[in-house]
C-alpha cells in the first residue's frame, strides 16, 4: 500500500487480511494513527459517502427542473440502488481475484490493486484493456469536473476574477493531490468532506425554504426528451462514484468487510440530494434551467459563503479521490509504484494533473459535462462492465462451486444474481448509454455552440450594458443574469 507500514497478515480462510502494527508510540504515531493512517470499516463508508456526493449536490437541482420532482426523486432511488449493486458485485470481484492471488503467494502488502488488475486476473488481457480504458477516462473527467466546479462556486464569492482564471489557480492547488500517498491517507479528509456537503446540502434545503418560491414560479419539466435524458444520466453519474471501489478497499484492513458499506453510503447521501434537491427545484422551478449551479439562485449570506467555502474544500478532496488511482496507474507504468520515497513518487506523478487543467478550461461547462460523462463513461466503468464481469467470471459451474463469496439467498443464489446483472446491461445500455448519450452530446454540443470552447466565464451575469440589448437566439442556456429575474429557459434544442 504506497510507503504505509503493515505489521502482519493474518490468514481467514483462504483471505489474507491486513493488519495495521501495534498499538503506536509516542505522540507522533498517534497522531498518524487517528488522522492519516485510515483502514477501518468507517473509514471506508466515510470515503464512499464523501466520494459519491461531491459537486453534484449542486447541479441536481439542474437535474431536477428537466425531469421533473417526480422523475427526479424515483430515479434517484432507483440509480442509488444500482450504484449500490454494482458496488457490491466489484467487492465480490476483488475478493476473489486478491484470494486467488494470494494463494499463488502473492504479496500485496506494497502494491495497491486497481479495477483492471482485477479484470485482468479473472477474465484475460482484452478485459483489462477495455476496463484500464474506461475507468482512467472516467476518473480524467471526473477530476477535470471538480476544477470547474471550484471555478464556478468561488465565482459567486470573489467575481474579480472570470473562472478561467480560477481554474487556473485551482489547478495547481489541486496538484498538490500529488503527496497524499493512498486512500489509506484520507482519514481525516473524508470524514471533513462530508460535514462540509452536509451543511451545504441542508443550507440549500433551509435557504430555498425561507426564500420561497419566486414570484411567478413554474414547474413546467419534463418538457423534452433531451432535456428528461439528460438530468437523469445527471443521476446516473451522481450514484456512479465507486470508480475508486477497489482502491477504498484494498486500504481497509478487512476488505471483506465492504460489501454493505455502499449502500449505507447512499442511503446517507440520500438524505442530503433528496430535500436540497426538492427544496431549491420548488423554490426557483424552471429557472434552474439556466443556472445549473444552485448557488447563483441563492442571495449571497454568510451562509452561502460558508457552504461555497466548505465546497471548495470538498472538491480538493475529491479531486485527490479521483485523481489518486490515476497516480497509481502511471506510477505502475513508469515503474516506481512501489518506491518508497513519497517525494520521487509525488514528482512523477505531477505529469497527470496537466490534461486535467487543460480539459477543465476548454470545456468550463459546468452541469452539462456531468450529464455527458455519464452516459459515454459512467454507464460503462461502474455498471455495465461490472455486471458483465460478473457474469462471465462465474459462468461455469466450477467457478460457481469454488467461489469465495457464494451470493446470498435474498438475491436469489446466482440465477438472481444473473438476473440482477443483466437488467443492469440492458436498462443502462438502452437508457443510460443510448438515450442518454444522445440527449447528453446534443446538450453538450449546444454548450459549445452557445459559449465556444476556452469560455472565459461560463454562465456569468451579463453586464448591464449587455444585458439591455436583445438577447443571443442561442437555442440552449443563455447566459445567466441576476438571480432573481426569470429567464428563457429553452436550454436545448428541440429533439
Known amino acids: 500500500m504506497g510507503s504505509e507500514k503493515v505489521g502482519e497478515t493474518v490468514i481467514v480462510g483462504n483471505y489474507v487480511e491486513m493488519k495495521p502494527e501495534g498499538k503506536p508510540n509516542g505522540m507522533k504515531s498517534k497522531f498518524s494513527k487517528l488522522f492519516w493512517h485510515g483502514g477501518s470499516v468507517y473509514d471506508a463508508w466515510f470515503s464512499c459517502a464523501s466520494n459519491q456526493v461531491a459537486q453534484v449536490l449542486l447541479t441536481l437541482p439542474y437535474s431536477f427542473s428537466q425531469l421533473g420532482m417526480l422523475s427526479g426523486i424515483l430515479l434517484q432511488l432507483f440509480y442509488g440502488l444500482l450504484g449500490s449493486w454494482t458496488a457490491y458485485i466489484i467487492s465480490i ?33 482484452h478485459w483489462r484493456n477495455v476496463g484500464l480504458a474506461f475507468n482512467c477516462t472516467f476518473l480524467l473527467f471526473g477530476s477535470v469536473i471538480q476544477l ?44 471533513l468532506g462530508l460535514l462540509m456537503t452536509t451543511y451545504t446540502a441542508w443550507y ?24 428528461y435524458f439528460t438530468g437523469a444520466t445527471n443521476i446516473l453519474y451522481t450514484f456512479g462514484g465507486h470508480a475508486v471501489t477497489v482502491e477504498i478497499m484494498h486500504a481497509m484492513w478487512k476488505p471483506q468487510k465492504f460489501k454493505a458499506i455502499y449502500l449505507m453510503a447512499t442511503l446517507y447521501v440520500m438524505t442530503l440530494t433528496l430535500p436540497s434537491a426538492a427544496a431549491v427545484y420548488w423554490a426557483f422551478g424552471d429557472m434552474l434551467l439556466n443556472h445549473s449551479n444552485a448557488f447563483s ?15 471548495l474544500i470538498h472538491q480538493f ?26 517525494c520521487k513518487r509525488a514528482a512523477a506523478r505531477l505529469p497527470v ?59 436469489g443464489r446466482w440465477v438472481g444474481a444473473f438476473t440482477i446483472n443483466v437488467f443492469i446491461v440492458v436498462w443502462v445500455l438502452i437508457v443510460g448509454f443510448g438515450f442518454g448519450g444522445w440527449a447528453s452530446m446534443i446538450n453538450f ?18 453586464p448591464a450594458v449587455a ?19 426569470h429567464h428563457p429557459f429553452n436550454h436545448t434544442r428541440s429533439p
Not at 107 to 124: A, C, K, P, S, T
Not at 158 to 174: E, P
Not at 328 to 342: D, N, P, Q, T, Y
Not at 386 to 409: C, G, M, W, Y
Open 353 to 411: 494533473v496537466i490534461p486535467i487543467w487543460f480539459l477543465a478550461i476548454i470545456f468550463p461547462f459546468f452541469g452539462p459535462i456531468n450529464s455527458t460523462v455519464g452516459s459515454l463513461l459512467v454507464s460503462f466503468t461502474v455498471y455495465i462492465i461490472p455486471a458483465l464481469a460478473h457474469i462471465f467470471t462465474f459462468r461455469s459451474a466450477t467457478a460457481r462451486e469454488n467461489a469465495v463469496d457464494q451470493p446470498p439467498k435474498y438475491f
Open 93 to 125: 470481484l476483488y475478493v476473489e481475484y486478491r484470494t486467488r492471488k494470494e494463494r499463488e503467494k502473492v504479496d500485496f502488502r506494497n502494491h495497491v490493486i486497481q479495477w483492471f488488475e482485477v479484470l485482468d486476473g479473472l477474465l484475460g488481457k
Open 445 to 462: 454540443i449546444d454548450q459549445i455552440d452557445t459559449f465556444g470552447l476556452f469560455t472565459k466565464c461560463y454562465q456569468c451575469p451579463v
Open 297 to 311: 439562485l441563492l442571495p449571497r449570506t454568510p451562509f452561502r459563503d460558508m457552504a461555497v467555502i466548505l465546497m
Open 317 to 342: 478532496i475529491t479531486f485527490g479521490f479521483a485523481c489518486t488511482p490515476l497516480y497509481f496507474v502511471w506510477e505502475k507504468a513508469i515503474g516506481i509504484h512501489e518506491c518508497k520515497s513519497l
Open 204 to 227: 440549500l434545503t433551509v435557504a430555498s425554504l425561507l426564500h420561497g418560491q419566486v414570484e411567478g414560479v413554474r414547474h413546467s419539466g419534463p418538457t423534452k426528451l433531451v432535456l
Open 148 to 191: 470547474i466546479a471550484c471555478a464556478s462556486n468561488i465565482y459567486y464569492i470573489n467575481d474579480n476574477l472570470d473562472k478561467r482564471t480560477w481554474t487556473y489557480i485551482f489547478g495547481a492547488c489541486c496538484a498538490t493531490t500529488v503527496f497524499i500517498p493512498s486512500f489509506h491517507n484520507y482519514r481525516i479528509w473524508s470524514f
Open 467 to 485: 444585458a439591455s440589448s436583445p438577447p443571443p437566439s442561442h437555442g440552449l442556456n443563455v447566459t445567466a443574469a441576476a438571480p432573481l429575474h
